[in-house]
C-alpha cells in the first residue's frame, strides 16, 4: 500500500462528514438521486453522511458509507471488498479493476483504496458504475424512439479477419438484423452505413449531430493474438479524470459523450447482461474506453464486440445466422431494460412512489426506502 504520512494527515484534515439536515425525520429530502445530484455537485449536502477524502487529488468515498447507502452488507477479505445483500453483490479488489456488479463482469475506474485500515473507492466509481447498475431508476429519463446503428469498419477497412467472414461483413448483418427487430418494434433506425462503404469515423458522429438520435449502438468484432480469447465485451466512454481499462494514466478532458456517463454505464450493463444471457459467451466485461464514436456521442452510447474472430470457433458462430439473431435478441432485451430504468413516468407523485433506489431487482433493501425510514 503507499501510505504516507502526508496523505494521514490530508485524510485527518479532508475527512468531512456530510449530513442533511431533515433526513434524520425523513422530512426534506428523502430521495437518494438528489443526494447523489448534490454529491456529484460538490455540493456540502447529502441525504446520508457520505464520508470522502481527497487521495492523489482524486476524490474517494468511504466504502462503509456507500455499502450503508445501499443497505447492503459489506464484507473484507485479503484481496478486497464484497457489498452485498439477498438479490445484489458487488465484488471490487484492491490490486486489480476487474471486479462484478450482480455477478457481470466490470472493470471499475480504480482498485479500491485500503489507507489507514479502511476502504475507500473512487466517487467515480460510486456515482458512475456501481449508481446506474444497482438503481431501478436513473434520473436522467429518456424516452427512446430513434436509435442509431454504426456497423464498424466498411469499404476498404475489412476490420479484424474471420474464419469465414470478416469483421466489416459480419458486423454489417448484425446491424441489419437489429434494424430490422427495431422498426418491427416501431422504433426509428438510422444507420451510419448500409453497404460496403466506410465512412470515416467522424462521418459517423456527425450523423449522430445530424439526426439526434435517442441511443447510439456501435457493432464490432474483436480479434486478439491469442488465439484462444473468446467472449463478448461492452464498451462506454471513460469518465473525465479516470483510466480507461487498457490505460494506466489518467485523462482529464471531458467530452461531449461523459454528458450521459450514468446512462453509458446502464445502457451498457443492461445490453452485455442480456447478451451474455441470450448468447451463452464468455464474460469479458463492462468496460471503459476512449473510442472515437463513444467520446464524441450526442447521446447514450456503446460500442459492443460481438466476440472473437480471431477464435476459430467464435469465428465461424459469428458468422452463422444463429449467433446473429441471439446476438439481436440480447441488444433488444437489454434495451428494454435500459428503457424501463429511463422511462419517464408520467406524474411527480408516481415517481417519488416507484422510488429511485431500489435494486435492479426491486427489493426491499432500496437505498430510498432505508433513507425514508431514517
Ligand atoms: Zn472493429
Redesign the pocket.
Known amino acids: 500500500m503507499m501510505m504516507k504520512s502526508r496523505f494521514v494527515f490530508l485524510l485527518l484534515l479532508l475527512s468531512l462528514v456530510l449530513s442533511l439536515p431533515g433526513a434524520e425525520n425523513g422530512a426534506g429530502s428523502a430521495d437518494p438521486a438528489e443526494a447523489l445530484r448534490k454529491l456529484a455537485g460538490q455540493e456540502t449536502k447529502a441525504a446520508k453522511p457520505i464520508r470522502y477524502i481527497f487521495y492523489s487529488g482524486v476524490r474517494y468515498v468511504l466504502l462503509f458509507d456507500v455499502a450503508d447507502f445501499y443497505g447492503l452488507t459489506s464484507q473484507y477479505t485479503k484481496k478486497g471488498v464484497v457489498l452485498y445483500s439477498s438479490t445484489r453483490r458487488v465484488e471490487m479488489f484492491y490490486e486489480k479493476r476487474e471486479g462484478s456488479i450482480n455477478g457481470t463482469k466490470t472493470f471499475f475506474l480504480a482498485p479500491v483504496l485500503y489507507l489507514d485500515k479502511r476502504p475507500y473507492i473512487t466517487e467515480s466509481d460510486f456515482l458512475r458504475v456501481i449508481d446506474p447498475a444497482l438503481r431501478t431508476r436513473i434520473s436522467r429519463k429518456q424516452t427512446i424512439r430513434t436509435i442509431m446503428i454504426d456497423p ?2 466498411g469499404g476498404s477497412d475489412p ?2 479477419k474471420g474464419p469465414v467472414q470478416s ?1 466489416k461483413q459480419i ?1 454489417l448483418l448484425i446491424a441489419v438484423k437489429l434494424k430490422r427487430a427495431l422498426e418491427k418494434l416501431g422504433f426509428r433506425v438510422i444507420m451510419t452505413r448500409t453497404g460496403d462503404t466506410f465512412p470515416a469515423l467522424k462521418d459517423r458522429t456527425d450523423m449522430a449531430k445530424k439526426y439526434k438520435p435517442d441511443l447510439f449502438i456501435s457493432i ?4 486478439a493474438a491469442n488465439t484462444a480469447v473468446r467472449g463478448i465485451e461492452t464498451f462506454l466512454v471513460t469518465p473525465a479524470g479516470a483510466c480507461s481499462t487498457a490505460d494506466k494514466t489518467p485523462q482529464s478532458t471531458r467530452y461531449t459523450g461523459n454528458a450521459y456517463d450514468q446512462n453509458n454505464y446502464r445502457l451498457a450493463y443492461d445490453v452485455h447482461r442480456s447478451l451474455l444471457k441470450f448468447t451463452g459467451c464468455e464474460d469479458r466485461g463492462v468496460r471503459h474506453a476512449r473510442f472515437f464514436v463513444l467520446r464524441n456521442s450526442v447521446c447514450p452510447s456503446i460500442l459492443i ?1 460481438c466476440g472473437f474472430l480471431s477464435n476459430d470457433s467464435e469465428g465461424r458462430l459469428l458468422a452463422s445466422n444463429e449467433r446473429q439473431n441471439k446476438i439481436v435478441a440480447g441488444i433488444l432485451s437489454g434495451l428494454a431494460r435500459y428503457a424501463e430504468a429511463v422511462k419517464p413516468l408520467p406524474n411527480p407523485a408516481e415517481e417519488k412512489k416507484a422510488g429511485t433506489g431500489a435494486a435492479a431487482s426491486g427489493t426491499q433493501s432500496s437505498a430510498g426506502g432505508k433513507t425514508q425510514k431514517r
Open positions: 464498424g469498419h476490420g479484424a469483421e458486423n464490432h468484432c474483436n480479434s464486440e
